[in-house]
């Protein structure tokens, strides 16, 4: 399969897959969910491959969510949303899913569904001027696919206060409250990456995988049913509430929400 909206790249036994459209902030097209599943096979399938390292290369960004022309059809057709979010968190368990070390390169703005990608990795390394976080509340949208990983990663009080506030993290507070593991000037963050990477290219592939389903099947016991709860409000809450349209219009009319109405 031709890739147009990420690059598929090999460096010695690590993986390497970056976000290729800087011009939209890298955001989330059903293209690029395509061409994410179609990777994440042939890594799966790759025995060679002992780490993968995902990126939005030099971009300002990491990746900021789903594409406003994705989201302008989802907001007027509800169904096709719950669709769209469905495939992103599809592709963020096939991430978590995968048998190997899995790390996100943060590189700039990470946002929504690219918060949530970024959540689905084994570690999340950041450049200190990259900025994180999950900003969904900020537009009257529940997050769908981040709430119960960014607990079990941080904890209750602080996954609430980062969901909450909707606030930006820079890599320095990412790391002080367990969001991150380490934090690089962006001019060292992909060597940082490969190098980290390269720690498990030496240790046996199925020693790490047979952990790494110890660790997640330990932490995610009834990890499916809270997915799918988490799934479930978010499409009660879509199509009870108008907020989120509310704040999707707003950004596109540049101006503020206003909470007071119910549209």
């Known amino acids: 399969m031709p890739y147009e909206t990420i690059t598929y790249e090999k ?27 179609h990777a994440l096979d042939e ?15 030099d971009a300002r960004a990491f990746c900021v969510g789903l594409h406003l022309d994705l989201l302008a059809r989802a907001f007027e057709d509800l169904d096709y949303f719950e669709y769209v979010v469905r495939r992103v968190a599809g592709v963020i368990k096939k991430i978590e899913d995968l048998p190997i070390p899995t790390i996100a390169a943060v590189n700039g703005l990470a946002r929504a569904g690219g918060f949530e990608i970024a959540l689905g990795c084994d570690f999340l390394l950041m450049a200190d001027e990259a900025k994180i976080g999950d900003v969904h509340t900020d537009a009257g949208v529940l997050p769908a696919a981040s709430s119960l990983r960014l607990q079990r990663r941080i ?62 099947d330990g932490a995610n016991l009834g990890s499916q049913e809270g997915a799918d709860l988490e799934l479930e409000v978010f499409s009660r809450y879509m199509r009870a509430y108008g907020y989120g349209k509310e704040g999707y219009t707003a950004f596109r009319e540049n101006r503020a929400p206003s909470w007071l109405v119910n549209p």
């Open 11 to 37: 460096n010695q036994n690590t993986a390497v897959l970056t976000f290729t459209t800087p011009e939209a902030l890298n955001a989330i097209t059903e293209q690029r969910l395509d061409e994410l599943d």
């Open 43 to 57: 890594i799966h399938a790759n025995p060679d491959v002992r780490a993968l390292i995902i990126s939005g290369g």
């Open 155 to 216: 904890g209750n009080q602080k996954a609430k206060d980062v969901i909450w506030s909707a606030r930006w993290m820079s890599g320095a507070e990412a790391v002080e409250c367990g969001l991150a593991l380490r934090s690089y000037p962006l001019r060292e963050l992909q060597h940082e990456a490969l190098r980290f990477a390269e720690n498990f290219a030496t240790k046996p592939k199925m020693c790490l995988a047979a952990n790494k389903s110890v660790f997640m």
